[in-house]
Structure formats: C-alpha cells, structure tokens
C-alpha cells in the first residue's frame, strides 16, 4: 500500500511550487503552500474527531473553498465523499443518504433543508459559512491547533465519491469511484488535452458534479492552477476566463448556448486555448456558431458519470463531422448494441455500450444493478446512438425518450433539430404524448428565442414537413417560456412527459 494516490500526487504538486496561485475562487486565493497546510490540518482535524477511513461523509456545499480542502482531505484520510445538490429536499436528502449509508455531514449554514435531514445521522455535523446551532464548524478543524497526524496509508482503489443519479424515475443510483480511477479520469484529461503546469483551468458547474471535481483536481495534480467560478453567469464566465487567464475548460451545453450572444460583441478569452462543450449534445448550429465566434481548439465529449468521456471530436479538425460527437479516446472501446442482443453495424442504430479503464467501482451496495448495467464488459448508458464507417458516434437521445408511433420508433433528436432550425426557436424538445390510435404520438415543445414572441405554428409544421415523414411530424405543439433544466443543463424530459403527455394541453 501506500499514500492516498489524489493526495500523494497534490502534494507533490505543492512540493515543486510553493508560492505559486494554485486556486482562485472569487476574491479568494491559496497558494499551493497554503492549501497544502490547511488540507494537511483538516484531514488531521476531521481523524482528530473521529471521521475514519471508509467512512461515508455527505456534503451540500455551493462551490466554495472549503468544498477544495474537502475532496483533498478526504483523499487524504480516506474517507468517502457522498455529494450533493445545494437545492435538493429534505426528502431526496434523507433517500439518498440512506442509500449511500452516511455516516457525517457538511452543510452551508443557510440550508434550513439540508439541516433538517441530517440530524439522525450518528457522526460529525460541521457547518460552512456561518453558525448552526448545535453544530461544529467546519473552519474550527482547519484552525485546530493540533500537532501533525500520521495519515494513512491506502491502497489505490479506495472508495472516494458516490455520486447520486437524479433519481427521477426511482431510487437515486449510488455510483462509487474510487481514488484511482478518479485519478485515471484525470490522468486521461491530461493526455487528451495536453494539460500541465502552465494551464489554468476554469471550472464553473456545481462542485456536486463529476465535471467540476475533475476540473479542480486536475490542475492542482499538474502544479497548474484552479479558477472556481462560485456562481454561473455568461457575463462572469466570460469576464473570470480572461480575468485570470484561463488556458482551459469544459462547460456544459446550455453554457456555451448563452455565451454564444456575447461573443458578438466581446472577444472570446484571450488566453484560451482549448474549450470543451460537455453534458447534453449540441446541436450542429451551435457547434457552428461556436466555431465562428473562437479561435481555440472547439471539441465536443461525450460520456456518463459511470464511464466518464468516452468520445471526443475536434470540431476544427472534422468540420464535416459537425452532427457526431466523435471517435472514442484512448483504450475506449464503443460499439451498438441492437435488441436482438448483438453488435450492430455502422449505420444502424441501438444502444451505445462502452467498455472502458474509466468505469465506475459499481452502485454503492447494489451488485444487482452493477450487474444488469454492463453487457460482456461494457457498460449500458441507456442512450440511442450509431457509429458511421469512420468511427464517429452519433447521439440519438435516451431510449427512454424514444417516441413509438404505431409500432415504428420516431427519434425525438431527429426533430428537434428540424425544429431548432426555424427562425425564432430557441431550442425544442420532442416527446410522446399518449394517442388512443396509434399507443403514442410526437408533441414538440418549444422555447422562443426571446420571452414572450410567438411562434407561427403553421408556419412551422410546414417546415417540419418538408423533411419529417408522417411519424415524426408532431401533432401537438407546446409553446413555454424556457425548457426545464436539471443543474447540468439537461433539458428535464420526465418533467416535460409528466406535463405534458396527456393530450389537451396544447398551447
């Protein structure tokens, strides 16, 4: 055994540079000799007060500094981080801690929710940005005063995060990482891009989510420098990216959907190199817009929290590849996988299976789940894809979301890119409403492009029939303000279907 692989490698980064920045959040800053020393007193602190290796710790933080020392403590020590939504219930708290057996808390002082769920818990509940009644502070371990403690030693695959699926549909999945494939993603990130020392790195989703934890570790393993953006905005990641010379990042689509306006009247970061678009698929004029309004390398990933990327393209390097999402990365293996149970050829769709070194540690203490989730070694996204003769990926949408009208499978992402094309929509989203006839048909939501504007829906049928057949042409239009969104930026289809998927609701 040795040394926590994550806090091993960090501090090492801190050991080759001292005094230089390594994260910047708001107006705060450490250096890399001043994260170290209070990573170091936390981790002795959290041992000091009886937080073990192996034991689960649940966060609800908003991206902060103390979320940094956490996920490096933590790795020091051993124990395991159980993250989650700032904005979550007290009910989903309680499922998903029971789930993921949590044994401590760390909470915002202002999360009268968060607090409420916690209190059964049988260890530490240490409270961040202000006092809770009958709690300890978190800051109160940092500052201890306490002689320097032997961390342990662990073996690479030590359990360090369960992340919660959104549970929309059932019981949130408890996905466990251990420590060096945490490391191994990052380590992939790394070689991918060409990350190191030089880069600074700009992470501006939730902390809660696998993207921002990747974002933030990978500087400080590199001796590169960490930018958290503590609260999204186009205008702050703009003015953040080249406040502080961001090098490098990977936003979520919506992100990059909003910022696409500011680019026509303010330059893209002048250090940027590399930008990254993650989360949901863009769509080919997005990519295209993106194109237009940066000079940087543009690539576009896709993948899941058990698998991490899996594709990657550069959009610069395959213009005409603008509608896939790439060709698997390094020691990534993707294929089709057809109902009848067998790989399917270029060209023909079904459900997009990967096998690969970045793969989940399973769900938390549901080896049932663990198994129905892989296929002879690769895992099952749930997603509707195909690959073309050259290798690249072509993102379909969920399975789940698949419209079945009269018997024939209608792809909702088919539409809406037909729809999304029509002058003053701003994005659409296509699902099955129930049809006496034919088991389901296809209602199409759209957002205008500004609040308020009215969409000719006439006009826009006849659009959709000039290059929809008769099964994918909707026949009920929603017309709503903006599409729901969870906190990637996904659009929010369950919410949508259980809206809406009942005819008598058209707009």
């Known amino acids: 055994m040795s040394a ?46 009886g937080v073990q290796p192996g034991d689960h710790v649940g966060v609800l933080l908003p991206n902060c500094l103390e979320f940094v020392h956490l996920l490096l403590a933590a790795a020091g020590i051993g124990a395991v981080l159980v993250p989650m939504p700032l904005s979550s219930t ?28 916690v209190q059964e818990l ?8 202000g006092p809770v009644p009958g709690w300890q502070s978190l800051n109160d371990l940092v500052d201890r005063d306490l002689p320097a403690l032997a961390l342990p030693d662990l073996p690479p695959r030590t359990p360090y995060l369960i992340l919660l699926t ?32 030089d880069d600074v790195v700009l992470a501006a989703t939730p902390m809660h989510h696998s993207l921002a934890q990747r974002l933030t570790l990978i500087p400080l393993l590199t001796g590169g420098t960490s930018v958290i953006l503590d609260r999204y905005t186009p205008t702050a990641w703009l003015d953040t990216a080249e406040r502080h010379g961001v090098s490098f990042t990977m936003a979520v689509s919506s992100q990059l959907k909003q910022i696409i306006p500011l680019l026509d009247t303010r330059p893209a970061p002048s ?37 991490a990327s899996t594709t990657d393209l550069s959009v610069r390097a395959h213009p005409d590849k603008m509608q896939s999402v790439g060709t698997p990365i390094q020691d990534v293996e993707v294929a089709i996988l057809g109902q009848d149970g067998q790989l399917q050829p270029p060209g023909q769709p079904g459900e997009i299976i990967c096998r690969t070194p970045l793969a989940f540690d ?21 997603d509707l894809g195909a690959m073309d003769a050259d290798g690249f990926l072509y993102f379909l949408g969920r399975i789940k979301d698949i419209v079945i009208v009269g018997g024939i499978n209608v792809y909702p992402r088919d539409i809406e890119e037909v729809a999304e094309a029509f002058p003053g929509v701003a994005e659409a989203a296509a699902i099955a409403v129930d049809d006496p006839q034919l088991g389901e048909t296809v209602g199409l939501v759209i957002a205008p492009a500004d609040a308020g504007q009215s969409i000719n829906q006439r006009s826009l049928l006849r659009h959709c029939a000039s290059q929809l057949n008769d099964a994918q042409m909707p026949r009920h239009i929603f017309l709503v ?25 058209d707009s």
Not at 4 to 21: L, N, V
Not at 29 to 37: K, M, P, S, V
Not at 481 to 505: C, Y
Request: proline share 5%; charged share 20%; net charge positive.
């Open 4 to 49: 926590s692989p994550i806090h091993a490698r960090f501090r090492q980064a801190a050991g080759r540079s001292p005094g230089k920045t390594a994260v910047i959040i708001g107006d705060v800053t450490r250096t890399y000799a001043a994260l170290a020393c209070e990573v170091d007193a936390l981790a002795g602190g959290l041992l000091a007060a």
């Open 90 to 117: 007290a009910g989903a708290i309680r499922k998903a801690f029971h789930t993921a057996r949590v044994r401590h808390a760390v909470c915002w002082h202002a999360t009268p929710e968060a607090q409420a769920a």
């Open 122 to 129: 049988s260890g530490l509940r240490l409270a961040i940005g």
């Open 166 to 197: 959104s549970g929309s549909t059932g019981a949130p999945k408890p996905i466990q990482l251990s420590q060096e494939t945490k490391l191994a993603r990052a380590r992939s990130a790394i070689g991918l891009y060409g990350l190191g020392e």
């Open 271 to 307: 250090r940027l190199r590399c930008l990254v678009s993650s989360s949901a698929t863009l769509a080919p004029e997005t990519k295209a817009a993106l194109f237009a309004r940066t000079t940087c390398a543009f690539h576009e990933i896709y993948g899941a929290s058990e698998v």
């Open 362 to 382: 399973g769900y938390f203490d549901q080896p049932e789940a663990t198994a129905a989730a892989l296929w002879q070694g690769y895992f099952r996204t749930g």
């Open 481 to 505: 303000d903006r599409l729901p969104r969870n906190e990637m930026g996904k659009i929010d289809k369950p919410a949508l279907r259980n809206r809406l998927s009942r005819p008598g609701h």
